[in-house]
């Protein structure tokens, strides 16, 4: 487990998405939850996305795993970093649960990197908040004001910045982490071999909504209706201001139908940008089956990343998970929202819950599909 020291209501009121923030000595009795030799090994697997960075002078070269030697990049001036390690490497777990004060749908992966002294990936601004968490060694973060940036060396097509005037500069030690929102322009450099840990939260899109939308619409054969119009243009050649606001409110009509857009919004939000491991089992598990399992002791827990979404003021008794939909109509709204809210499941709750029948078919078709597995001890 992993204590976090922050007044949770005080960030959200003042720091999330506002502004950077500091928290020296954040999680006390820091322990590394992955060594540089797993996460090395995870960065082997082809279905896990990795890169290495080497830093030149001036420069910044990338290199896109999997990997097998390392020997060739030297004892200083690289790092190695690998998305989605919660995926991959249940022992992650728990750091991820430390952050749950911000809802699962925000929640994008825990990135890990294992940097050399002088290794770094360059001054860059990310498009989604970031909490930085230093594990063994120290690392010096810089971080500078939300202003428009410039493309290093004036490339469009770089993801790196100029340099900036920092409005932080702090050596992280373990345990210390650091809050970066959306836009603000931040380097590490690494002072000695050390492991840190990034946990990223991201909103979708426009582009990302946009193209659900589309998706939905087309995969459901609906979005049939057209505009139609009172007046028209007096020119031919003239797309008059009352038929284009017309036009675009076809978009909007969209978003103001909860049947609408709950379905795509639960879609969207539920899905993953990293693959996941799914653990599918080489034969399917029956009702008796699973029953047994629970009478003799065995949970239930969802694989890593899985997200399992519930919405608001629903239209129907649902949940989203990894971009299905599953309907719960005749389940108490206390049980869909325990299976969202709770990772892990322990033999008495899984039993419980599998009173109801529904959601006794919902665990038995996930533990088959691969997203949930039983675990040995009660969670």
Not at 34 to 49: T, V
Not at 140 to 155: E, F, L, S
Not at 228 to 246: C, F, M
Not at 323 to 331: I, K, P, Q, R, S
Request: charged share 20%; aromatic share 8%; glycine share 8%.
């Amino acid at each position: 487990m992993y204590t976090l020291k922050l007044d949770i209501p005080q960030f959200l009121q003042e720091y999330w998405q506002k502004k950077p923030l500091v928290i020296k000595g954040a999680f006390p009795q820091f322990a590394d939850p992955i060594s540089a030799d797993e996460l090395a090994g995870l960065a082997c697997e082809e279905e896990i996305s990795s890169r290495i960075v080497v830093t030149k002078d001036h420069d910044w070269e990338v290199i896109q795993g999997p990997f097998e030697d390392y020997d060739r990049y030297g004892e200083s001036h690289w790092q190695l970093l690998v998305q989605a390690v919660n995926h991959w490497y249940p022992d992650s777990q728990p750091l991820v649960e430390a952050l749950r004060f911000l809802p699962d749908w925000r929640f994008d992966d825990l990135m890990v990197s294992f940097a050399t002294p002088q290794g770094g990936v360059g001054p860059h601004v990310d498009n989604y908040d970031v909490f930085i968490i230093q594990g063994e060694g120290e690392r010096r973060w810089t971080v500078g004001d939300n202003t428009p940036q410039h493309p290093r060396g004036g490339n469009a097509n770089s993801p790196l910045v100029e340099d900036f005037t920092p409005i932080i500069d702090v050596v992280l030690e373990k345990g210390d982490m650091l809050y970066i929102p959306p836009g603000f322009p931040h380097c590490g450099e690494t002072l000695t071999m050390a492991m840190s840990y990034s946990i990223g939260f991201r909103a979708p899109s426009q582009q990302e909504l946009v193209s659900e939308i589309a998706d939905y619409l087309l995969d459901n054969n609906l979005g049939q209706q057209r505009f139609t119009s009172k007046t028209e243009a007096s020119h031919p050649g003239i797309v008059s201001q009352a038929s284009q606001v017309g036009i675009m409110s076809l978009l909007s009509q969209l978003s103001q139908d909860p049947t609408q857009y709950q379905i795509i919004l639960g879609k969207l939000l539920s899905q993953n940008r990293f693959e996941l491991d799914i653990c599918e089992g080489e034969e399917a598990y029956s009702i008796e089956d699973l029953q047994d399992a629970f009478s003799q002791g065995a949970g239930v827990s969802r694989i890593g990343g899985l997200k399992v979404l519930r919405l608001e003021h629903d239209a129907t008794p649902r949940l989203f998970i990894n971009g299905a939909v599953h309907e719960l109509a005749h389940t108490p709204t206390d049980i869909i929202a325990q299976l969202s809210d709770n990772v892990c499941l322990s033999a008495d709750e899984a039993i419980a819950m599998c009173q109801h029948e529904e959601v006794q078919h919902l665990l038995l078709q996930l533990i088959n599909q691969g997203l949930y597995y039983l675990t040995d001890d009660e969670a």
